[in-house]
């Protein structure tokens, strides 16, 4: 059973950094893609940020691009989500997803995480 635990959520001022982290447990995930949606107050869930487990393709929604990194350790089964230069906007409940082969793209994730919240305010 795919098990997704995300943490590193927080409080953090406009302009600053945040990692999360994603550890995934249950499968091998060659084949799959992994990444993140967020979801904010009164908003629908939103694809943020996918990386293919394989090869490290990724992919962003232009709101976060040349600010947010996807990336992936292989070894630990873990994915991670470097933001920086947070803007009030990140503000929202990030979830964790993989998606199976065939992959689908976008948010369309067949297994999600509990969601870790991050706050971003002076």
């Known amino acids: 059973q795919v098990q997704l635990v995300e943490s590193g959520g927080g409080l953090v001022q406009p302009g600053g950094s945040l990692r999360l982290s994603c550890a995934a447990s249950g499968r091998t995930f060659s084949g799959w893609r992994m990444g993140w949606s967020r979801q904010a107050p009164g908003k629908e869930r939103e694809f943020v940020a996918g990386?293919?487990?394989?090869?490290?393709?990724?992919s962003y929604v232009d709101s976060v691009k040349g600010r947010f990194t996807i990336s992936r350790d292989n070894a630990k089964n873990t994915v991670y989500l470097q933001m920086n230069n947070v803007k009030a906007d990140d503000t929202a409940v990030y979830y964790c997803g993989a998606d199976a082969p065939p992959v689908v793209g976008g948010g369309a994730w067949d297994y999600w995480g509990q969601g870790t919240q991050v706050t971003v305010s002076s």
């Open positions: 990386i293919n487990w394989r090869y490290g393709g990724t």
